[in-house]
């Protein structure tokens, strides 16, 4: 095997295609077994044709001698058309099957994928490679996989019989062949490398796309409706010139395909008609020997063309190839507790580079029930404290203890399920009010008593109730929750948080962006939230954090200070200048 033909086999994109057809044996046998009958039986029609003829020729013989190849023409050629058609449904079967499976695959393996993985990428080229990924490996399977051997067969038997009515003929057809093939192997590595390139380039205008839309009220407030659309146009424009680009090539290829073919048919028939001529070969002979050539040449340029096809199909499946080899989130490992709510950071550290430590040996005990508020200043890592808890990250050096236990003994369903995090940009779902607050608990979707108690609860059922929301519960609320005030928004989100019911509760600035009136609603609400767990507020407001059990402050990566709100503030330390400099809010 050559070096080439060694790492194609290697290569991850051919590994996964023959994976996922291994899946589909079943099928493929069967279509295969009955594509390969269709083709045994095709190659017979010249052979009868060219009988036909000669009978019709030979004033000699009996006329139903003909009549009965005629039949024969008819019957093989049409049994030859229902085994093509079979053929070409199994092909679409199973290339919609493949390509459903890996695309749910590769969606699935998205939604699976660790934040640290997710943070870093523009989903949108992501969500692009999957879905080409996926679509070209149906449209491989569906218009090359079961043609393949056929077209094969079909070009052996043509050859076959060629070489049985004159071999020197036959052998002239083969050379052509053998020229051709060795003049495409050079065009495809051309083309190969040019498809590479304009995959990546379609994903990076794609991912610049979903950027752009989940941006579009900052790209109107900016009036960058201009500025985006030149770059859209740009990227767009650029691939699709590429791809221009790329069909010039395999036109080039196609016309020269042509020009070996049709000089190499031409060339043959002639000496063909010679032969005629000279008495070697008979009409019947000749008329047969066409039809072989057709048939031994339309197969093999079909294989030629399904084979750049396959090979362009492999660059996208490299691609998907790598993005499934990202590894998930451990869903598997640990189990499911019942969490009391005692939270100990034993010499936490945290980074997320794996070069500059966020948070540095943070010691933290935190017991059951208590109300813990989180200051210090913007970016100090307040949040990634308690995305530590939740898992998702991991802590790159020491421990985090929940009940006592190591909380890599939780299972990520187990823990996260006992947790609600309320958090600083609140994810909103464009779908009804009510999907949005049972998104804490789908299961109650449709308990109306619950989803009134708990919006109730958040203060959320006077403005859900009133008369600007004509459907209620049902209310649509626009691309990420746009219809809906921050307050609003903030209501839900603890409506949300409620509903879950958890035992360990995050609220991350949750009232950092209101109006005093939406203030008092929502601290009423949190009240009703944080009692009875254990809560974590990262606050900027005094007044949540005058009621916190216990404050605690982070400077510089580390915590500084540990303490009730009276003795920080006579201690004199960062807490101090903190409340002194206003960092957080509203004094009062
Ligand atoms: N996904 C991330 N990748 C790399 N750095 C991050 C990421 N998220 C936050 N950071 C950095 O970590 C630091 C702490 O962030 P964060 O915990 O959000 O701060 P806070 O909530 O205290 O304002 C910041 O300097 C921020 O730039
Ligand atoms: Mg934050």
């Not at 939270?343 to 017991?367: K, M, P, T, V, W």
């Not at 600007?468 to 049902?474: K, L, P």
Request: with cysteine.
């Amino acid at each position: 095997m050559g070096d080439v033909q060694m790492k194609t086999m290697e290569n991850k994109g051919v590994k996964l295609m023959l994976k996922r057809l291994s899946e589909e044996k079943k099928s493929l046998w069967g279509g295969f077994l009955v594509t390969c009958a269709g083709a045994v039986l095709g190659a017979f029609v010249p052979l009868i044709y060219g009988q036909v003829i000669r009978l019709a020729g030979d004033k000699n013989s009996f006329i139903w001698y003909m009549w009965i190849y005629v039949l024969m023409w008819v019957t093989i050629d049409q049994l030859h058309n229902l085994t093509t058609r079979y053929a070409d449904r199994k092909g679409a079967d199973v290339g919609w099957t493949i390509g459903y499976k890996l695309f749910m695959d590769g969606l699935e393996h998205l939604v699976r994928l660790p934040m640290n993985f997710l943070a870093e990428q523009r989903l949108g080229k992501i969500v692009q490679r999957v879905e080409r990924g996926a679509d070209r490996l149906e449209q491989t399977i569906r218009e090359g996989l079961f043609s393949l051997a056929p077209h094969f067969l079909s070009f052996t038997f043509a050859i076959g019989i060629m070489m049985w009515i004159k071999w020197q003929l036959a052998i002239t057809v083969v050379a052509i062949v053998v020229g051709y093939t060795t003049a495409m192997v050079s065009s495809n590595k051309k083309i190969l490398a040019l498809n590479r390139e304009i995959r990546k380039m379609w994903e990076e205008a794609w991912g610049h796309l979903w950027d752009v839309v989940t941006n579009i009220k900052a790209v109107k407030a900016n009036t960058n409706e201009e500025f985006e659309i030149k770059r859209l146009k740009q990227n767009f424009g650029a691939c699709y010139d590429k791809e221009r680009t790329a069909e010039d090539v395999r036109m080039k290829i196609k016309t020269r395909e042509h020009l070996i073919f049709g000089l190499g048919a031409v060339a043959v028939i002639s000496c063909g008609a010679l032969m005629l001529r000279w008495g070697v070969f008979d009409a019947g002979n000749l008329i047969s020997f066409l039809g072989y050539i057709t048939m031994a040449y339309t197969p093999f340029s079909r294989l030629a063309h399904n084979w750049r096809l396959v090979q362009e199909t492999i660059i996208n499946e490299e691609r998907v190839a790598n993005f499934l080899s990202e590894e998930r989130e451990n869903y598997e490992s640990g189990g499911h507790f019942p969490i009391a709510g005692n939270i100990e950071f034993r010499d936490a550290s945290f980074s997320y580079d794996g070069q500059s430590n966020i948070l540095e040996n943070i010691n933290l005990q935190i017991s059951a029930g208590e109300t813990v508020a989180i200051v210090g200043e913007s970016g100090v890592g307040k949040t990634t404290l308690t995305d530590l808890i939740c898992q998702f990250y991991r802590t790159t050096g020491g421990q985090i203890m929940i009940d006592g236990r190591d909380i890599s003994c939780w299972s990520l369903a187990s823990l996260r399920s006992q947790i609600a995090i309320v958090p600083q940009d609140i994810s909103m779902f464009n779908d009804k009010i009510r999907l949005n607050i049972a998104y804490g608990n789908v299961e109650h979707m449709d308990n109306d008593e619950m989803l009134e108690e708990v919006a109730r609860v958040a203060y959320a059922n006077e403005f859900i109730e009133s008369e600007r929301f004509a459907d209620g519960y049902d209310q649509v609320i626009g691309e990420r929750g746009i219809k809906l005030s921050a307050g609003q928004r903030q209501r839900i989100a603890i409506a949300r948080a409620l509903m879950r019911d958890p035992k360990i509760l995050i609220l991350d600035e949750a009232t950092s962006a209101l109006d005093s009136k939406s203030e008092k609603y929502v601290q009423e609400a949190l009240q009703a939230l944080i009692k009875s767990r254990t809560t974590l507020i990262i606050a900027h407001r005094l007044s949540t954090i005058k009621k916190a059990d216990k404050i605690v402050v982070i400077h510089e990566g580390k915590i500084v200070e540990v303490g009730k709100h009276e003795d920080l503030l006579a201690f004199n330390g960062v807490y101090r200048k903190l409340v002194e400099l206003q960092n957080f809010g509203i004094l009062n």
